[in-house]
């Protein structure tokens, strides 16, 4: 099959398709026919080794331990398409079904190729009317988006609820989800972006540049998910109802900071997502009904990893970046 083989994490890496052996299956894996994939941020800061230093302490992207003393490499997490094969404890799917699914994360997920062994677990069927394309798209972001507001928190009807970077991979799914759970959503974006914010579901839209955060009344918000990360925690410190929480989403926080907001009586955490079951059985019922769909930025052939990666990596993808794959 071919697949993106990596020796080593490389910021220069060509990320060229490579002959390898298709993957065998464990007894509760199945062997899926890939279809589409997505990227994320966090893709590129893995293949990077991503690291930050942030008062004094050094911070890597959040998939990249998992690949430590491991070559070789096959990045990606996200994936949807066809089962070919089941395990002998898999009772869940069938040869022939269409799955998607977030494989692995953190971990190696392994999914930067034509065929993928993947946990059933870690898989959902995908709604007859859902493209590929978009069921690829909801996975790594939009379980991120689920767990933070079913899981770290659970929103209530009528939860005031602000998401930053309301159009990109995680902000979009976001919205989307949290007026599906009945909270006031407030979009804080640019003017470029706030017609498409306002019709993932939006009810209100800040604009970065003309909101003043230190004059404004205060917008009473009952959690902040910060999909941009360009803030920090004190910025919204007004606006947050007492104890309220605020999930950083791009990067981790180091103990430190979490600790001087602490004592600043911010709940601000870093949130990183994991695959489970329950969640992409979730987002597929989310998908089957319409109360979740993908934007699409654009598609890249899988010979054009390089150039997608590109993309991602300029900050303005609206919606996800998928990738066809030869079928």
């Known amino acids: ?7 080593k994490l490389d910021p220069t890496a060509t990320l060229e398709l490579t002959e390898t052996a298709i993957p065998e299956i464990a007894p509760d894996e199945v062997l899926v026919k890939t279809h589409a ?12 080794d991503y690291t930050i230093v942030r008062d ?17 490499i096959i990045l990606g997490w996200d994936l949807a398409g066809v089962v070919t094969a089941v395990g ?18 953190p971990g190696h997920g392994k999914a930067y190729a034509e065929y993928v062994a993947a946990p059933a677990a870690h898989l959902a069927l995908k709604p007859a009317q859902v493209s590929f394309e978009v069921a690829a798209g909801a996975t ?29 991979g995680v902000g979009h799914y976001a919205v989307q989800m949290a007026k599906h759970l009945g909270a006031y959503v ?7 972006n706030a017609a498409l914010a306002k019709e993932l579901g939006a009810d209100e839209i800040l604009e970065y540049a003309t909101f003043d955060t230190d004059t404004a009344a205060p917008l009473q ?8 990360g360009r803030n920090p925690a004190t910025w919204f410190s007004r606006h947050l109802k007492p104890g309220s929480p605020l999930f950083y989403l791009p990067s981790r926080l180091t103990a430190h900071q979490e600790q001087l907001y602490k004592e600043q009586g911010l709940n601000a955490t870093f949130k990183m997502v994991t695959s489970t079951e329950s969640d992409i059985e979730d987002i597929a019922r989310l998908l089957q009904d319409g109360s979740v769909t993908t934007t699409i930025d654009s598609i890249f052939p899988f010979t054009a990893m390089k150039a997608a990666f590109a993309e991602q990596q300029k900050g303005t993808t609206r919606g ?6 030869p079928v």
Not at 56 to 72: H, I, K, M, Q, Y
Request: include cysteine; glycine fraction near 6%.
């Open 140 to 168: 790594l972001a939009a379980v991120t988006a689920w767990q933070c507001l079913t899981t770290h928190y659970t929103v209530r009807p009528g939860d005031r609820i602000l998401v930053t970077a309301p159009t990109g």
């Open 37 to 48: 994939l997505a990227i994320n941020p966090v893709d590129y800061k893995t293949l990077e």
């Open 88 to 105: 002998n404890n898999v009772t869940k799917f069938k040869v022939g079904d269409a799955v998607f699914g977030m494989v692995h994360f």
């Open 186 to 192: 407030i979009a804080l974006t640019n003017p470029a």
């Open 56 to 72: 004094g302490e050094r911070l890597r992207a959040s998939a990249a331990p998992a690949f430590d003393g491991v070559s070789p």
């Open 1 to 7: 099959m071919k697949a993106i083989v990596l020796e």
């Open 320 to 325: 996800k970046i998928i990738i066809s794959m």
């Open 221 to 228: 918000l009952d959690l902040v998910v910060d999909a941009g």
